[in-house]
């Protein structure tokens, strides 16, 4: 205890007496160090993880009840529905019918078979106020305007099959020649419509930009859903709710014989996950190189300090203070730095950089990047870059203290 | 007491070997002012270095104060150094980023006194040499002098049996080294051993008892 008493009574006296800029430059390479530590894995998990809210806040909600494997559509609709108004959690719910089918755009100028252009969609009827309400998809609305619930042969399309807008060619994919306001010729459980382009809706998230969206009213009359019977529906629930114990629930009072009960996390596209998984890995790669770095810099640093200062560590040792006291200080100088770096490079990233990304995220073509800093991920990196700081900083100063005593105060 | 019985100490540089203290017996007794003298490379400095623990001898026993300290661990040398034995340096060898009181006290920290007794012991060490008012001086605030005798102040705070001096007065001027060489006589007359290494005659006579040096051999005890 005494020697740590000492050991700190010694690094204290060093770092107040050394020179300011010196102390400056060591603290800014950590905040570096820790900005990386935290930020290029918090940018990486960001990708996904906006992804995954977009995803959640567009079109999952914050539980998804869909069709059945096997199944057309989520029979006993309206009971189900009712369940889920008793439910105390919800907020709200947007039931959406789908129906696989074609859209042929520019028909009357392209008479030639191997002119036409035809896209397969999902056709997805909504209640465009519901939907709306829920997932504010009108704001996506990129040309012409969003649909109202008595709109009658008009749809919005999205910007998947809009060439403008997805300029990719892929085998089996046409994108259409086609701009708000143009006639398109839709084709649906074997009946062939004219319909116009209300609007064109684009979104990164996927599943918004590749549905071709119209009334629920028109497109179940068209596939002849007179039961009411959907194909799926989103659950908001309240501020707090949890979605697992909403899932649960559903699943006790038996609303899994007729629907897929998700979370919004369970509803993931699992390339999402393997991918978030992937850059987090990644990220922690490009971490622990930043961690190596930083160490070397402690390394150096302490070991050039402790170079420079042999003879007054010869001194010490030699009028009869401990080995374990100077290599201690060294450990608190090392430590002091680690700390002050922490520290200002979280006033950084909490102060500064999360609201900033939050407010302007960083524009990535699937995803609007955020800065991911959970409180636990950054505990563990400062608690790793502290350790590895501490092993940084007594490496050398063991090396020197174990120089022959007489050796170091003569400066052999 | 202080004994040496045929000490020897060798350096190896490669392939070559200098002996710098050939069998050297050496005895002082408790309270003695012993100036080790001689010309320069005769061996003195090493000779003290041996004597006070900071060196290894090639072969030889070192006894002080009825202890034979061959075998001792390092760890073993540096509480007995640090209990035992005082040290003043040709340079000082003062910590820079202490003060003249940090400096002084941290010895005695190290022997498990309290911060305030450690700081009361070493300021009272302070004003006794005639620094009561520059304890919160940096080393670099300090005349030559002046350091030397906050070293002085430092190597005897803790009332070591012996006190060791290398060429105290090496680096100061006539007017400093007579206010550190006084400053030993007083503390001789207060009973200190004192084992100092200088090549002045001068401060050598200013000693109880001169031991001369020639060739790694004492030749006048």
Redesign the interface.
């Known amino acids: 205890m005494?020697h740590i008493?000492?050991g700190f009574?010694?690094a204290n006296?060093?770092v107040?007496?050394?020179s300011k800029w010196t102390t400056g430059l060591i603290i800014f390479v950590m905040v570096l160090t820790f900005l990386n530590l935290t930020v290029v894995s918090g940018v990486l998990v960001g990708l996904i993880e906006s992804s995954i809210k977009a995803e959640r806040q567009y079109y999952t909600s914050d539980v998804l009840l869909s069709t059945p494997d096997k199944k057309e559509y989520i029979e006993n609709t309206s009971n189900i529905i009712e369940m889920i108004k008793s439910l105390p959690e919800m907020e709200m719910y947007s039931p959406r019918y789908s129906e696989a089918g074609t859209i042929e755009a520019n028909f009357k100028e392209n008479t030639k078979v191997t002119d036409k252009e035809v896209s397969g969609v999902v056709f997805t009827g909504i209640d465009p106020d519901t939907e709306n309400k829920l997932t504010g998809i009108s704001k996506f609305v990129v040309e012409g305007s969003y649909l109202n619930a008595d709109d009658f042969d008009q749809v919005m399309i999205g910007s998947l099959f809009v060439k403008k807008y997805s300029p990719v060619e892929a085998a089996g994919f046409t994108a259409l020649n086609v701009k708000a306001g143009d006639k398109i010729r839709i084709t649906v459980n074997g009946i062939t419509r004219e319909m116009t382009v209300k609007g064109i809706v684009k979104s990164k998230v996927n599943e918004v930009s590749t549905r071709v969206y119209l009334p629920e009213k028109q497109l179940r009359e068209l596939i002849g859903r007179d039961d009411y019977n959907v194909d799926d529906i989103a659950i908001k629930l309240k501020d707090g709710a949890d979605p697992i114990v909403v899932k649960e629930a559903l699943i006790k009072a038996g609303a899994n014989k007729y629907a897929k009960i998700q979370t919004y996390e369970d509803a993931q596209p699992k390339f999402l996950k393997d991918i978030k998984d992937t850059f987090a890995l990644l990220g922690n790669m490009i971490s622990s190189i930043g961690l190596v770095v930083a160490s070397i810099t402690i390394f150096i640093v302490i070991f050039i300090n402790a170079i420079t200062r042999r003879?007054?560590i010869g001194?010490?040792?030699?009028?009869?203070?401990?080995?374990n006291?100077i290599e201690i200080s060294y450990v608190f100088q090392s430590m002091f730095y680690a700390i002050c770096g922490s520290f200002i490079g979280l006033l950084i990233l909490y102060g500064f950089l999360v609201p900033f990304i939050d407010a302007h995220p960083i524009d990535f073509p699937f995803s609007d990047g955020i800065l991911v800093a959970t409180v636990s991920g950054t505990s563990i990196r400062i608690g790793l870059l502290i350790f590895a700081t501490l092993i940084a900083g007594y490496i050398p100063a063991r090396m020197i203290v174990r120089k022959n005593?007489?050796d170091a105060?003569l400066g052999r | 007491m202080i004994q040496t019985k045929g000490l020897v100490k060798t350096f190896i540089d490669g392939d070559k070997q200098t002996t710098v203290l050939k069998g050297i017996d050496f005895r002082a007794e408790s309270g003695e002012f012993i100036a080790i003298m001689g010309r320069s490379g005769a061996g003195k400095s090493t000779f003290m270095y041996q004597m006070s623990l900071l060196d290894e001898p090639t072969a030889g026993e070192i006894i002080l104060n009825d202890v034979n300290t061959k075998g001792m661990t390092q760890d073993e040398k540096g509480q007995f150094r640090l209990n035992e034995l005082g040290y003043v340096f040709q340079d000082y060898a003062l910590l820079p980023d202490l003060t003249a009181l940090e400096n002084v006290a941290l010895p005695l920290l190290m022997q498990k006194l309290s911060k305030a007794k450690a700081y009361e012991m070493a300021t009272a060490s302070l004003e006794r040499i005639g620094l009561g008012k520059k304890i919160n001086s940096l080393p670099s605030q300090l005349s030559g002098g002046e350091q030397q005798r906050v070293s002085i102040s430092r190597a005897v705070a803790h009332k070591p049996k012996i006190l060791f001096a290398d060429e105290p007065t090496a680096n100061l001027d006539h007017e400093s080294s007579n206010k550190v060489m006084e400053i030993f006589k007083e503390l001789h007359k207060a009973g200190q051993t004192i084992i100092m290494v200088t090549h002045e005659e001068e401060y050598g006579r200013m000693a109880e008892r001169i031991v001369r040096l020639d060739d790694g051999r004492i030749v006048q005890k």
């Open positions: 005494d008493k000492i009574f010694l006296r060093q107040r007496r050394a003879k007054f001194i010490m040792k030699g009028i009869g203070i401990h080995g006291v005593t007489l105060i």
